[in-house]
């Protein structure tokens, strides 16, 4: 959320395209931004239409996937959210959700892709004394440890901005290593976490450290 309101324009128009049951879509139009929220799986729509009833504070509503926004006019937001696609949806598919991602958005407009780091979630399954190595491998190398969760690294992330001639303005590791260091930050009193949090913030964006954060955030600019 701080990078969203450091990066988007005031009163931008955002498609948050995979957007769950609405937890970024409800925060960001009570920030101002005039937000259409959709997802593919008809549950979290219908979840999300019943906070839009008790709050109806959303833009639009609709069930569908981000590889087909075929119902949106080209060059329409400001912003795109795909705050999820790419944790399930293969090569092929990730082609046509750029193509359309960047399709309705406006010249100069932000597509943000949130993806799960193949190299940090393989460390994080390593078992006590190496005793699975082979099992990790099978995943790092497979990109996945169950089938359902797919995994990329922040370098696909940064080939897939050249191929669709866009500009990546900034990109980070989400969570950081913070999977690393759980216990210390779970003992930690509010204080020397909040300390910890800037810690974060300073840190996220250092390419060094890109590679172990569980998820990584990209914000690809339409040129």
Partial sequence: MIYFEKLFKKGAYILDGCAGTGNYSFKLAELGYKVIAGDIVPHNVDIIRGKQDKKPILADIYTGSITDLSHFESETFDVVLNMGAFYHIGNEERKLAMKECLRVLKPKGLLAIS????????????????????????????????????????????????????????????????????????????????????????????KGLLGYSLHGLAFLQKM
Avoid at 131 to 145: A, F, H
Avoid at 150 to 164: D, G, N
Avoid at 182 to 201: G, T, Y
Wanted: hydrophobic share 35%; glycine share 4%; net charge negative.
């Fill in 115 to 206: 993806y799960i780091n193949n190299t940090a979630n393989s460390v994080l399954n390593i078992r006590d004394r190496l005793e699975n190595m082979e099992d990790v491998l099978t995943w790092y190398n497979n990109k996945t440890k169950d089938g359902i969760f797919l995994h990329m690294s922040p370098l696909e992330i940064e080939q897939i901005a050249k191929v669709y001639n866009t500009e990546i303005v900034a990109h980070i590791g989400t969570d950081g290593i913070g999977y690393l260091l759980s216990n210390k930050i779970n003992e930690a009193n509010q204080e020397d976490f909040e300390q910890w949090i800037q810690f974060h913030l300073q840190t996220c964006e250092d």
